[in-house]
């Protein structure tokens, strides 16, 4: 186990509960209701700060997606934004609760495919998980001691709009890729303590099978090749899946220094890391017209792409 810990490339991570709420024997309703708690205080937080880097009133968003896997809420965390910022009591919402580490990448698929369908208009996808939540205290599998050795909580927020005059990167396109049954290889069981960690240590062989049919048809599609992308935006599952994306893209030439920083200094936050990552991109401020690859896989199993220019 120590060395699983040691290994796994992450040197830090944040929770929304204390250590020793970690490690205590609570129920599964305890743990959720401290999931509902914090989770209606990082939406806010991560909604707000968003809106304070680009000066946009929250009754200005006209599309609302919030996404996470971790935890259980009815309503969904979207409702307590609308009342908490008074937001249009007309603004279009989504929760999207199935979709594990894919549902970051879902979200701005989803908000793109909105604005594309609806001129000058503004959406924001808030990316909300704790896995720490899902902590199973008397699990002693080998699957639970690597989600606990990899995992963090985390929230992020992602602004898009469709207005003329917007700034910021541009989504040129965007896919999803859904693997044949492979159902079973990640993902939860809800058991009577909470959410068991399903995941397949085969994971890193098969997004390595599937790789060439993931990449190179969509960038062909979009008339470009992997050596026109400057900027790889890539989710970090985990040491393993990085270190096997780390080895196909080799070839071309490039790195993914940036996944591998947010993994060691978040850990996997399951759909918000991707989002940390693409952060960490836009804050460099690109060259204007630099091209960057998204990707992220998930549950089903499946992988999302969005493909950026700058």
């Given at each position: 186990m120590l060395k699983i810990f040691e290994g796994a490339g992450v040197d830090r991570r944040y929770s929304?509960?204390?250590?020793?709420?970690?490690?205590?024997?609570?129920?599964?309703?305890?743990?959720?209701?401290?999931?509902?708690?914090?989770?209606?205080?990082?939406?806010?937080?991560?909604?707000?700060?968003?809106?304070?880097?680009?000066?946009?009133?929250a009754d200005s968003i006209d599309?609302?997606?919030?996404?996470?896997?971790?935890?259980?809420?009815?309503?969904?965390?979207?409702?307590?934004?609308?009342?908490?910022?008074?937001?249009?009591?007309?603004?279009?919402?989504l929760p999207v609760t199935e979709m594990g580490c894919a549902a970051g990448v879902s979200?701005?698929?989803?908000?793109?495919?909105?604005?594309?369908?609806?001129?000058?208009?503004?959406?924001?996808?808030?990316?909300?998980?704790?896995?720490?939540?899902?902590?199973?205290?008397s699990d002693y599998s080998m699957v639970n001691i690597v989600s606990a050795a990899i995992f963090g909580d985390g929230a992020a927020c992602v602004l898009l709009s469709s207005e003329e005059n917007s700034e910021g990167a541009t989504i040129?396109?965007?896919?999803?890729?859904?693997?044949?049954?492979?159902?079973?290889?990640?993902?939860?069981?809800?058991?009577?303590?909470?959410?068991?960690?399903?995941?397949?240590?085969?994971?890193?062989?098969?997004?390595?099978?599937?790789?060439?049919?993931?990449i190179h048809p969509f960038l062909e599609k979009n008339?470009?090749?992997?050596?026109?992308?400057?900027?790889?935006?890539?989710?970090p599952g985990g040491k393993k899946i990085v270190q096997t994306v780390e080895t196909l893209f080799g070839d071309s030439g490039k790195n993914i220094d940036d996944t591998k920083e947010t993994l060691r200094l978040y850990g996997n936050m399951s759909s918000a890391t991707v989002l940390y990552v693409l952060e960490r991109f836009m804050d460099k401020k690109p060259k204007k017209g630099e091209l960057g690859l998204m990707l992220s896989f998930g549950p089903g199993f499946s992988a999302q792409r969005v493909l950026i220019e700058f």
């Open positions: 929304i509960m204390d250590a020793h709420e970690v490690f205590m024997k609570t129920s599964f309703e305890e743990r959720n209701d401290i999931y509902v708690r914090e989770m209606k205080q990082l939406s806010r937080k991560a909604l707000q700060n968003a809106l304070d880097k680009v000066n946009w009133r599309f609302l997606i919030t996404v996470s896997c971790t935890g259980i809420m009815i309503p969904s965390v979207d409702a307590y934004l609308i009342n908490d910022f008074q937001m249009k009591q007309d603004v279009v919402r979200g701005v698929i989803y908000a793109k495919n909105f604005l594309k369908a609806n001129p000058n208009k503004r959406a924001a996808v808030v990316a909300l998980e704790s896995p720490t939540a899902t902590f199973q205290l040129l396109d965007e896919a999803m890729y859904h693997f044949y049954d492979a159902t079973t290889m990640m993902g939860f069981k809800l058991v009577n303590t909470g959410l068991q960690m399903i995941l397949d240590k085969e994971v890193p062989q098969k997004i390595a099978d599937h790789f060439p049919q993931i008339g470009k090749t992997i050596d026109q992308i400057d900027h790889l935006i890539f989710h």
